[in-house]
């Protein structure tokens, strides 16, 4: 088991910047996929970006791509997103999550947080 729990949302005015952070507790948290997420009113989840077990590899959606920076360290079992240039469709409740595998499938996804709301004013 292992549990998320994420900080750092609020409300940013475009253009602006924020950083999340996800503490994780529990089961061995360098072993594990870190992904973000997010899921804005009326829509489906999203990945946003995604680290491997020892950040040999990122990914990023493309609408975040060139904004965002996804990164982790397991000394302190605690992964980061750094969200810069924020748009208004930025806005959303952020989760992240925990994978065995490497992927960005939410299915494939065993642990999440409780989530985080980010709101990006024009």
């Known amino acids: 088991q292992v549990q998320l729990v994420e900080s750092g949302g609020g409300l940013a005015q475009a253009g602006g910047s924020l950083s999340l952070s996800c503490a994780a507790s529990?089961?061995?948290?360098?072993?594990?996929?870190m992904g973000w997420f997010r899921q804005a009113p009326g829509k489906e989840r999203e990945f946003v970006a995604g680290?491997?077990?020892?950040?040999?590899?990122?990914s990023y959606a493309d609408s975040v791509k060139g904004r965002f920076t996804i990164s982790r360290d397991n000394t302190k079992n605690t992964a980061y997103l750094q969200m810069n240039s924020l748009k208004p469709e930025d806005t959303a409740v952020y989760y992240c999550?925990?994978?065995?595998?490497?992927?960005?499938?939410?299915?494939?996804?065993?642990?999440w947080g409780q989530g985080t709301r980010v709101t990006v004013s024009s």
């Open positions: 999550a925990s994978s065995h595998i490497w992927s960005t499938i939410p299915t494939f996804y065993n642990f």
């Open positions: 529990g089961r061995t948290f360098s072993g594990y996929t």
């Open positions: 680290i491997s077990w020892n950040g040999g590899l990122i």
